[in-house]
């Protein structure tokens, strides 16, 4: 079963256009990412209204793997040098894991992303329920008769999770759990 099933609606919540930024220092370009192999980051923006809009999305291709660095390098910062500039006004939301030290090197997730430029705040939780809880205020939002959450069109990836990638796990026994398995789609959703 989708995870949001029952809030995310794909001819209300996407846009058949890609979403621009707003050009502001009142509404920094926040980048959640979800770290490891399989690294994924979603780019997101609120709006004067109080709607949050994705703009982009980077994710490891599905079938491949690569550390956070050489994602960051290959991936993702490129798109946000190409789309958006430099780093001032373009704030990472990182999860608590992004802050403990490797064991090879000792340096984190959020020293590596600090150190090309950007900014980092931890997020507030790593639950995946609060998250979920989160994400569907946002989808069952409306502003101004349209959707509070809206998805560009340049995220098709992202649109595919929301709409029936990011599932919730099914047991042996067909029983389905409230937590979502992990797969290639989990990453950007998360």
Not at 100 to 129: F, M
């Amino acid at each position: 079963m989708p995870v949001f099933q029952n809030t995310f609606k794909r001819e209300f919540h996407v846009t058949d256009q890609a979403l621009k930024p707003v050009v502001s220092s009142m509404y920094p370009i926040v980048v959640g990412m979800d770290n490891g192999l399989t690294a994924a980051a979603v780019v997101g923006q609120m709006d004067a209204r109080g709607r949050l809009n994705i703009l982009d999305e980077a994710y490891v291709p599905e079938g491949q793997t690569m550390g956070v660095e050489t994602f960051l390098d290959r991936i993702l910062v490129p798109l946000l040098q190409a789309k958006y500039g430099r780093p001032q006004g373009i704030l990472f939301v990182l999860d608590e894991a992004c802050y403990q030290r490797s064991q090879v090197n000792e340096v984190t997730i959020a020293q590596a992303v600090s150190s090309r430029g950007y900014n980092c705040v931890r997020a507030s939780t790593n639950k995946p329920e609060r998250r979920i809880a989160a994400v569907e205020g946002l989808l069952t939002r409306a502003i101004d008769g349209k959707a509070g959450m809206l998805f560009s069109a340049s995220v098709p990836w992202l649109i595919k999770a929301m709409d029936r990638g990011y599932r919730n796990k099914q047991q042996i026994n067909d029983v389905v759990t409230a937590v979502p398995a992990q797969n290639h789609y989990s990453h950007v959703a998360d």
